[in-house]
T-cell receptor, first 112, second 117 residues
Framework: AQSVTQPDIHITVSEGASLELRCNYS??????LFWYVQSPGQGLQLLLK??????LVQGIKGFEAEFKRSQSSFNLRKPSVHWSDAAEYFC??????????FGAGTILRVKS | GAVVSQHPSWVICKSGTSVKIECRSL??????MFWYRQFPKQSLMLMAT?????????EQGVEKDKFLINHASLTLSTLTVTSAHPEDSSFYIC?????????????FGPGTRLTVT
């Protein structure tokens, strides 16, 4: 069965520093991969997605992610974090029937 | 982007009573709606999938008689928690998907916090 692992429960970075959130997936074929952000009181917002093609995908808010098949990874990156990026981030993989399987999430804290 | 609303955003009910949560797609037709449950500091767990006009399909371990899902129109789905108990307290999130849209792309509501006392 498909699964997603986000090994970091919490990450704290300084404002202006770079960020990388890790995501590993388990899926037999070419996966459909997503990163979402969840802020308090708001629904999950799609940051970016990968289906095929270029393995480096650009998303909203300056985020990017790189698909590495050999490592079964889809890590999220941002070169310079802003205080408004503090939120919880979820990686997800398509699991058939338009269903998504989510990782446990990573809470990002930004210190000034 | 597509917008999904949920009502209420927060509800408290007494043990043994039922509570209904509404999920509406405001600017698109949600041919499929998903209902998730999220415990504090945990991930979203899919409870059920419903296609408009059809019975919902429940994930393993989810009691279909306890969590009644109705998807009678392309813009409205409801989740009714029947005979609620404190262990049903959780954050419930719905999402919508439109056929013909991007595969796997779901638009999420802001969630409903249910507290059962």
């Amino acid at each position: 069965a498909q699964s997603v692992t986000q090994p970091d429960i919490h990450i704290t970075v300084s404002e202006g520093a770079s960020l990388e959130l890790r995501c590993n997936y388990s899926y037999g074929a070419t996966p459909y991969l997503f990163w979402y952000v969840q802020s308090p009181g708001q629904g999950l917002q799609l940051l970016l997605k990968y289906f095929s093609g270029d393995t480096l995908v650009q998303g909203i808010k300056g985020f990017e992610a790189e698909f590495k098949r050999s490592q079964s990874s889809f890590n999220l990156r941002k070169p310079s974090v802003h205080w408004s990026d503090a939120a919880e981030y979820f990686c997800a993989v398509g699991a058939g029937g338009n269903k998504l399987v989510f990782g446990a999430g990573t809470i990002l804290r930004v210190k000034s | 982007g597509a917008v999904v609303s949920q009502h209420p955003s927060w509800v408290i009910c007494k043990s043994g009573t039922s509570v209904k949560i509404e999920c509406r797609s405001l600017d698109f037709q949600a041919t499929t709606m998903f209902w998730y449950r999220q415990f504090p500091k945990q991930s979203l767990m899919l409870m059920a999938t419903s296609n408009e006009g059809s019975k919902a399909t429940y994930e393993q371990g989810v009691e279909k008689d306890k969590f009644l899902i109705n998807h009678a129109s392309l813009t409205l789905s409801t989740l009714t928690v029947t005979s609620a108990h404190p262990e049903d307290s959780s954050f419930y999130i719905c999402s919508g998907h439109t056929s013909g849209g991007v595969r796997y792309e779901q638009y999420f509501g802001p969630g409903t916090r249910l507290t059962v006392t």
